[in-house]
């Protein structure tokens, strides 16, 4: 199982970036895949999350309305399209994947067994 994030910069405030997470070596269309971002000195934080099958959504409340998730099954990439970016969005993107989630848990860390490596996102004033 390979998870793979990419896309990552820099970027003014305001300015736009679109991460992507390549999947490999699972079914993924069966995996719920989320992003998940840590910041120098704060605990990691759920971003959003995709559901296999129904595609529903969740947001974490700092993104709500500026990110949008989207899964590609037939390239096995899920992408993270964010908009009007800010300075406190700069962290560490991940990608994780997991299946037979929970509605309540989907922007929990702990919930996900796979995971990418990072992709570094900053954000300038």
């Known amino acids: 199982v390979q998870l793979q994030a990419s896309g990552g910069g820099l970027v003014q405030a305001g300015g736009s970036l679109r991460l992507s997470c390549a999947a490999s070596g699972f079914r993924f269309r069966d995996y719920t895949v989320a992003w998940f971002r840590q910041a120098p000195g704060k605990e990691r934080e759920g971003v959003s999350s995709i559901r296999s099958g129904s595609g529903i959504t969740v947001y974490g409340n700092s993104v709500k309305g500026r990110f949008?998730?989207?899964?590609?099954?037939?390239?096995?990439?899920?992408?993270?399209?964010?908009?009007?970016?800010?300075?406190?969005?700069?962290?560490?993107?991940?990608?994780?994947?997991s299946k037979n989630l929970i509605y309540s848990s989907l922007l929990r860390d702990l919930s996900y067994v796979h995971w990418g490596q990072g992709t570094l996102v900053t954000v300038s004033s």
């Open 68 to 97: 949008t998730i989207s899964r590609d099954n037939a390239k096995d990439t899920v992408y993270l399209q964010m908009n009007s970016l800010k300075p406190e969005d700069t962290a560490v993107y991940y990608c994780a994947a």
